[in-house]
């Protein structure tokens, strides 16, 4: 089936063209050879007595990007590190459904959690079941430091720790929300940054309630030894918020090395506000961002040779043919093409340049870290993913 | 409250709707009472703005409802049978979904994802519109549609390669000589418009300054709606320092705006289109402040709701996105344009109109047009022109208006 016939196809048919289209092009562009594709086995067993402990870093888009303008060959001059550079090095899953709810704090609490959660995505509330930090924290007995999230600020506070009476409070990762450290670090009376600052492009006049274990700016002065003038400074040199959000997860690395660390980014999500333009500069800036957290990962004495990293949109966005929606604009259809985007993990371990296309959940990450990192994530509904894990 | 049930409408529910929406209800009380409740609000809430709907609008409405009655309940139960297969949580449920459908609209979809029940709403109501569609075939126009879409006024070159979605479709023309082409273009609509008069069936649509064109065309621009977009905008910021909002407050507030609220016209010859103008500021993301957007959702609109036989979109300059290092820097002006982006954004969005006329009855024989404003290349797509095809010879605007057809 074409991609072209997809109004008319059911949703298998659909999640399976898109698969095969990512498939067909990353064979093309990356120039790996048939027979090192669709393989279907366990991974290669690591020696793993040899190894320091594992770490995980998590990059995950908050605003979905389609295959037009990524996987798909009209889309490939948009994502050229992430089919040149990181694709050759990773196993990559071509079909992940996202079955719950299309809205980016949710979803996003749905992957951390393993769970397809049901709260209202605006609501300033903390994830009903465990998160993948607090597994990995009680079980491995770790200290606070040892797993961070570094997010937007649309109610991305709380993501960090669930209400789980199992789990949840002191068993959490600490959360830092960079747009809302730059606008605390501003002087006074200092305006006209609303723009830059706001907290949701789905829903741009929204300011959530902000409580939770995020961190403030006197912590982060003392975490990451970084004084609030050196913060501000550095942030007038960046474009993004998404650039900020990375600088402060390269301190993070360097200062804490926490053995977990969660990065959403969020420009790409600037599609909601219609312009297309700005939408693939979205995009083109999560490609090059994410190759720059590579590289550190690589370059890090902490986490060379030990790290592996998962990088997948938490879903996609509505489809140019469904007249219920307006193409790329939002994810409200929840259309096949909505709900269907892909994965990529890489690191020691990790086959190269293998594509997966059988359908995956999302919501397989945390069984699929928990195997990685040796945790049980015992009330996560996904699946480990054998080709990984 | 307790919940009230579609069973239990009587003509008195209907007091608050304004008198055609009051008059088609009370019509069809017998079936209204009848219908699922999750899918009752939907009607109800076209039936509120009936008065208010383009003529297209009230057709569909008029011609589903009729649909409907014309069931057997055994027919009816059959048709609707995905609907009946979802469920309501009581809050919803004592939602006035009659009064305020929208809203009750809003927390269904709220529900509806929450409850993992979202791809079964999507299943039940394609079930039902390829039923309807297909006791009720679209109604061919008499005339062929047209649309055009004018992108990149500003842009003295580029290297951005246009129409790239479109040329598939029909013929790319690079050796266009348009001394004068927006006003060619003009002057094409302002013809079909005095030859074919039809309420609403003619639309120009101007991200700028909208130009001349004449009376019998609709008219709607993003400058002409400056004032609306200004107070529409403090009154949202009005909520939001209120420190009592959220997104539903929000919403409740956009739904409640009247034309006359923002100083747009309401007496009974403007209120249909000055209702249509509030809600591409109120319903649309990005159209208050970004004129791309704007052009792009109100050309979707007034396809999708007043099917018209001719829309001509011209995108102008939006305002750039200062990135974050020059907003932190105070170097920012609010004023200053983006040609380049925006002629992106416009290149998507003319494939998006053409995508949007498609959808429409006569798709076959619709034709449709794109200039890169004050350049030489020209996408024509229409009944007679191949697929695919690039042309370098000479050729003039006039000219590709009368082959397109």
Known sequence: MQLRDLKTASRGEVSAAVAHSRREFLRAAAGVSAGSLFSFAPRVLRASALRPEPKAVVVTFGG?????????????????????????????????????????????????????????????????????????????????????????????????????????????????????????????????????????????????????????????????????????????????????????????????????????????????????????????????????????????????????????????????????????????????????????????????????????????????????????????????????? | MSAMVPAQLTPESFHRYPPQGQKLCVEHLDLLRELPLILLPLLLREAIEYDWRFPAERSELDLQLAYLAGLSNTQRESVLDGFSHLTLSA????????????????????????????????????????????????????????????????????????????????????????????????????????????????????????????????????????????ALLNRMQGVIESGSSGPEALRTLLAQVKPQDVGLPSDTDAAVLSHFQLSLLTEGSGTQIFSTTFAQWAAREALRRAQPATVLVRFAPRQRQQPMNELLSGKHSSNELDPEGSLIDADMAAYYTWLNQQRLAGADQAAFLAWFEDHNQVIAIGPSLPHGTVSSAPATLEQILTWIF
């Not at chain 1, 300011?207 to 501000?232: I, R, Y």
């Not at chain 2, 690079?174 to 079909?192: I, K």
């Not at chain 2, 009376?215 to 400056?226: D, F, I, K, M, W």
């Open chain 1, 64 to 389: 979905g990007a389609r295959d037009e303008e990524t996987f798909a060959p009209e889309g490939q001059e948009n994502i050229p590190n992430l089919v040149q550079m990181l694709f050759p090095q990773s196993t990559f899953f071509a079909q992940v459904v996202n079955k719950g709810i299309l809205g980016h704090y949710v979803a996003t609490a749905s992957l951390a959690t393993g769970v397809y959660e049901t709260f209202n995505n605006f609501a300033a509330v903390s994830p009903h079941n465990p998160t993948v930090f607090e597994y990995f924290r009680k079980d491995l007995h770790r200290r606070a430091n040892d797993a961070w999230v570094v997010a937007p600020s649309n109610g991305f506070n709380r993501i960090g720790e669930s209400d789980h009476r199992a789990y949840g409070a002191g068993l959490g990762a600490g959360v830092i929300l960079p747009k809302h450290l730059l606008a605390s670090s501003m002087s006074a009376g200092a305006t006209g940054y609303d723009h830059l600052l706001r907290d949701s492009y789905e829903a741009p006049f929204y300011t959530p309630e902000l409580a939770g274990n995020e961190v403030e700016m006197q912590k982060l002065k003392d975490l990451l030894k970084l004084s609030v003038d050196d913060f501000s400074a550095h942030a007038r040199s960046l474009a993004s918020p998404d650039e900020l959000s990375v600088y402060i997860a390269r301190r993070l690395m360097r200062e804490v090395a926490p053995s977990m660390l969660w990065i959403t980014l969020h420009d790409i999500d600037i599609a909601h506000s219609g312009t297309y333009s700005m939408y693939v500069e979205g995009i083109r800036r999560s490609d090059r961002l994410c190759a720059e957290i590579w590289k550190a990962i690589e370059s890090e004495p902490e986490y060379a040779g030990r790290t592996t990293m998962f990088i997948l949109p938490d879903f996609g966005r509505d489809s140019d043919t469904d007249p219920g929606g307006n193409g790329f604009q939002h994810h409200r259809t929840g259309d096949p093409l909505s709900r269907t985007t892909w994965m990529m993990a890489l690191g020691p371990g990790i086959r190269k340049g293998v594509v997966i296309d059988r359908p995956v959940e999302s919501i397989d990450l945390v069984p699929t870290l928990g195997s990685l990192l040796g945790f049980q994530p015992r009330f996560a509904q996904g699946k480990a993913l054998p080709e990984i894990a």
């Open chain 2, 91 to 230: 809050e919803v449920a004592k939602s006035n979904w009659i009064e305020t459908p929208s809203v009750f609209i809003e927390q269904l979809t709220t529900h509806l994802w929450a409850t993992q029940q979202m791809d079964g709403f999507r299943a039940a109501a394609q079930a039902y519109a390829a039923a309807w569609q297909a006791a009720n075939p679209q109604q061919q126009l008499e005339m062929q549609r047209l649309g055009i879409v004018v992108v990149g006024q500003g842009v003295a070159a580029t290297d951005y390669p246009l129409f790239r979605k479109l040329r598939p479709k029909g013929v790319f023309f690079t050796r266009v000589s348009a001394p004068d082409g927006l006003r060619t273009l003009l002057a094409s609509v302002s013809a079909r418009a005095s030859a074919h008069p039809l309420p609403f069936g003619h639309w120009y649509i101007d991200g700028g300054v909208a130009e001349s064109i004449g009376s019998s065309v609709t008219t709607v621009s993003y400058a002409g709606l400056e004032p609306a977009r200004t």
